[in-house]
């Protein structure tokens, strides 16, 4: 009984994966490297930017936790300080390409992906839990997760 569920979460995490690259490459590559991206259209190099940064983000996974931590040091500062000034910039410049893309449906959700969309989340939440708990110092830290 537990495949199911198992294959759910890898499914969503491979998912998230690519989620957390696009996240990354495509303000780099429009902002930083000023590329033309456009939902239809990356140049190379962000794909190349794409691929560097799955390389760095499977090696800190491979290399364990400790690896984990201390990108995350970097990383969850650099998140909320870069991710601040990409809204800010987003604001400034009137850019909406990405909300627009979020906000344009394709037709109305059926019960059953309502009830699918509901159950994953429950499942990979469900699952997602223990990788929170595991590596608390303390009981109160573990509850509080």
């Known amino acids: 009984g537990s495949y199911l569920p198992s294959a759910m979460i890898s499914f969503t995490q491979i998912g ?6 696009a996240m990354f490459a495509i303000p780099v590559a429009k902002e930083l490297m000023g590329l033309d991206v456009t939902p239809d ?13 799955g390389i760095l983000m499977t090696a800190s996974a491979y290399y364990g936790i400790k690896s984990l931590t201390i990108v995350s040091y970097i990383a969850v500062p650099a998140v909320a300080i870069l991710g601040t000034v990409a ?3 987003a604001v400034r410049s009137g850019d909406s390409s990405l909300v627009d893309q979020f906000s ?4 109305d959700l059926g019960v059953i992906a309502g009830a699918g969309l509901v159950i994953g989340s429950f ?7 223990p990788n929170f708990t595991r590596f608390a110092k303390s009981l109160a830290q573990r509850v509080l997760s």
Do not use: E
């Not at 344009?104 to 037709?107: A, M, Q, R």
């Not at 499942?123 to 839990?129: E, F, K, R, W």
């Open 123 to 129: 499942v990979s939440g469900g699952t997602a839990t």
């Open 41 to 53: 259209h990356m140049p190379w190099q962000g794909y190349v930017l794409v691929v560097i940064a």
């Open 87 to 89: 809204m800010i910039m």
């Open 104 to 107: 344009k449906g394709t037709k």
């Open 16 to 21: 998230w994966f690519g989620v957390g690259l």
